[in-house]
């Protein structure tokens, strides 16, 4: 069994991976949203395959946190997180503090650029639609 301050730098680690996979997706949402507005069907479907990819790593180091949370003892949501860091030295409250506010803005970040893509995404299916229906007469 691995001691508890090794689970605590791994969980460091993998919040910081999970902070730069988060990044990087922030980064290439807006690049589709640039693409979906500029109708750029071969750069909507270069971001798609990397947005899968790294939506996946973002998925790997979520469920990596999850599981180093239940190895510490500590409930994965933010109430968890900060009762647990109350117990914890100065140091470390601070680095995974910070890492953590990181993690949630950018996850939420990522949540709304998604949102607005979906919109622009929904928005040229009618246009096409409709130019389909004239088509057709």
Same mark, same amino acid.
């Given at each position: 069994? $691995?001691?508890?301050?090794?689970?605590?730098?791994?969980?460091?680690? !993998?919040?910081s991976? $999970?902070s730069?996979?988060?990044?990087?997706? /922030?980064?290439?949402?807006?690049?589709?949203?640039? #693409?979906? =507005?500029?109708? !750029?069907?071969?750069?909507?479907d #270069?971001? =798609?395959?990397?947005?899968?990819?790294l939506?996946?790593?973002?998925?790997? #180091?979520?469920?990596?946190?999850?599981?180093?949370?239940?190895q +510490?003892?500590? /409930?994965?949501?933010?109430?968890?997180?900060?009762?647990?860091?109350?117990?914890?030295?100065?140091?470390?409250?601070r680095?995974? /503090?910070? +890492?953590?506010?990181?993690? *949630?803005?950018?996850?939420?970040?990522? /949540?709304?650029? !998604?949102?607005? !893509?979906?919109? $622009?995404? =929904?928005? $040229?299916q009618?246009? *096409?639609?409709? =130019?389909?229906?004239?088509?057709?007469?």
């Amino acid at each position: 069994m $691995l001691d508890q301050q090794t689970i605590i730098n791994a969980f460091i680690d !993998n919040l910081s991976r $999970l902070s730069e996979h988060l990044d990087k997706l /922030s980064k290439l949402l807006l690049q589709e949203e640039t #693409a979906l =507005a500029e109708q !750029n069907i071969e750069k909507i479907d #270069a971001l =798609a395959a990397e947005k899968n990819q790294l939506t996946t790593q973002v998925e790997q #180091a979520e469920q990596l946190r999850q599981s180093q949370c239940i190895q +510490l003892q500590i /409930s994965p949501d933010k109430k968890g997180i900060q009762q647990w860091l109350k117990t914890k030295p100065v140091a470390i409250q601070r680095q995974i /503090s910070t +890492l953590w506010k990181n993690v *949630t803005y950018l996850g939420q970040k990522c /949540s709304t650029q !998604n949102q607005i !893509n979906g919109i $622009l995404v =929904a928005h $040229l299916q009618r246009h *096409t639609q409709d =130019a389909l229906s004239i088509l057709r007469g």
